[in-house]
């Protein structure tokens, strides 16, 4: 079992950053893959970005590539997301997940999310 609660959210400006945190419990978070959706008001909840069990490896979507980026410090049970030049668009609430199934860009591949928080970006 696994449990996840996020941090960092907030009100910025565009083109501003945030840091998003998810801390997990419990001693296997360095066994899962750990990824970042977000949902808009309207709209599915979609992948942003995925981190391999050791970090090794990332992915992104498009709308967020060269943006955002996806880390992890498996010796703080902890992976984050830095956003910068953060526009309108990005407004949603950011989940993080844990997960081992395949495709990693698939929410359905996530065993465990967190809560949740949320993001709102200003023109």
């Known amino acids: 079992q696994v449990q996840l609660v996020e941090s960092g959210g907030g009100l910025v400006q565009a083109g501003g950053s945030l840091r998003l945190s998810c801390a997990a419990s419990g001693r296997t978070f360095s066994s899962y893959a750990m990824g970042w959706f977000r949902q808009a008001p309207g709209k599915e909840r979609e992948f942003v970005a995925r981190?391999?069990?050791?970090?090794?490896?990332?992915y992104y979507a498009d709308s967020v590539r060269g943006r955002f980026t996806i880390s992890r410090d498996n010796a703080k049970n902890t992976v984050y997301l830095q956003m910068n030049s953060l526009k309108p668009e990005d407004t949603a609430v950011y989940y993080c997940?844990?997960?081992?199934?395949?495709?990693?860009?698939?929410?359905?591949?996530?065993?465990?999310w967190g809560q949740g928080t949320q993001v709102t970006v200003s023109s």
């Open positions: 981190i391999w069990r050791n970090g090794g490896s990332t």
């Open positions: 997940a844990a997960g081992n199934s395949y495709p990693l860009i698939d929410s359905g591949a996530y065993d465990y």
